[in-house]
C-alpha cells in the first residue's frame, strides 16, 4: 500500500512569500504529525492532529505558521511571510492512532528553501 | 518535557568493525525509546523500539539496543558493520499517552560511515 505522501518534494521560495506544503498520509490513519529539520539539527515536533482536531500547537514556531487537516486525510502546513529561518526539511508523519497504534510512518519531506 | 543527547555527531567504522551510537535521555515520566533511520535519499524509519518487558530490543538487521533505566541511556550497537549499515541514526523518545498519540522527540542524529 501507499506511504505517507508529501509534496512539493522541493520547493524555493523569496522571503516574504506565503508557501503551503502538503501531506497525504496513510489511509486509515487518524493521526498525523509534523515536524521541522533545519540543517545540522534533529527533528521539532511542530504539530499533530487527531482527525481533524489539532490538541498539540505547541510546537509551532510563530504565529505565522499554520496548518489544517480536512476528512482526515490530507493536511496542509502553511507558512506565511517566509523567512530565511525557516528554510529546512518538513517531515510529515501518521500513525493508527488511538485505535491502536503508536508507530509514525514518515513521509519523504519537503525541502523548503527560503532566499 | 524530554530531551536526548546524541553524544556523537559522527562515526566511522571500518567494515567487520563493532558498532556503537550512544544515547541518552532525560524525562521526568516513563517513556518509550525508539531508533530511527534515514539512509540516503530515503525517508525516516524504525530501526526498533523498546516499549516494555525486555529491555534488550533487537531490529531485522543485526543492531539491537538495551534501554538501561539507571543510566539514562539506549545505545544501538552491531557486532559487525556492514557497508549498507551507512546512515544516520536517529534516538527517539516519546511520553507514555493512554492515547498513543505521542509526539517524538528526537535527538540531533549520528551519521554512521562505513569505511571499506
Known amino acids: 500500500g501507499a506511504g505517507v505522501s508529501q509534496s512539493p518534494s522541493n520547493k524555493v521560495t523569496e522571503k516574504g512569500k506565503d508557501v503551503e506544503l502538503r501531506c497525504d498520509p496513510i489511509?486509515?490513519?487518524?493521526?498525523l504529525y509534523w515536524y521541522r529539520q533545519r540543517l545540522g539539527q534533529g527533528l521539532e515536533f511542530l504539530i499533530y492532529?487527531?482527525?481533524?482536531?489539532?490538541?498539540?500547537k505547541s510546537g509551532l514556531p510563530s504565529d505565522r505558521f499554520s496548518a489544517e487537516r480536512t476528512g482526515e486525510s490530507v493536511s496542509t502546513l502553511t507558512i506565511q511571510r517566509t523567512q530565511q529561518e525557516d528554510s529546512a526539511v518538513y517531515l510529515c508523519?501518521?500513525?493508527?492512532?488511538?485505535?491502536?497504534?503508536?508507530?509514525?510512518?514518515f513521509g519523504p519531506g519537503t525541502r523548503l528553501t527560503v532566499l | 518535557a524530554q530531551s536526548v543527547t546524541q553524544l556523537d555527531s559522527q562515526v566511522p567504522v571500518f567494515e567487520e568493525a563493532p558498532v556503537e551510537l550512544r544515547c541518552n535521555y532525560s524525562?521526568?515520566?516513563?517513556?518509550?525509546l525508539f531508533w530511527y533511520v534515514q539512509y540516503p535519499n530515503q525517508g525516516l524509519q524504525l530501526l526498533l523500539k523498546?516499549?516494555?518487558?525486555?529491555?534488550l530490543v533487537e531490529s531485522i538487521n543485526g543492531f539491537e539496543a538495551e534501554f538501561k533505566k539507571s543510566e539514562t541511556s539506549f545505545h544501538l550497537t552491531k557486532p559487525s558493520a556492514h557497508m549498507s549499515d551507512a546512515a544516520e541514526y536517529f534516538c527517539?523518545?516519546?511520553?507514555?499517552?493512554?492515547?498513543?498519540?505521542?509526539?517524538?522527540?528526537f535527538g540531533k542524529g549520528t551519521r554512521l560511515s562505513v569505511i571499506a
Open positions: 527517539v523518545v516519546s511520553q507514555i499517552f493512554l492515547s498513543g498519540n505521542t509526539p517524538l522527540v
Open positions: 492532529f487527531q482527525g481533524n482536531s489539532a490538541p498539540d
Open positions: 523498546y516499549l516494555s518487558g525486555s529491555t
Open positions: 489511509s486509515g490513519h487518524t493521526a
Open positions: 508523519a501518521s500513525s493508527l492512532g488511538a485505535s491502536g497504534g503508536w508507530e509514525q510512518f
Open positions: 524525562s521526568s515520566v516513563s517513556v518509550y
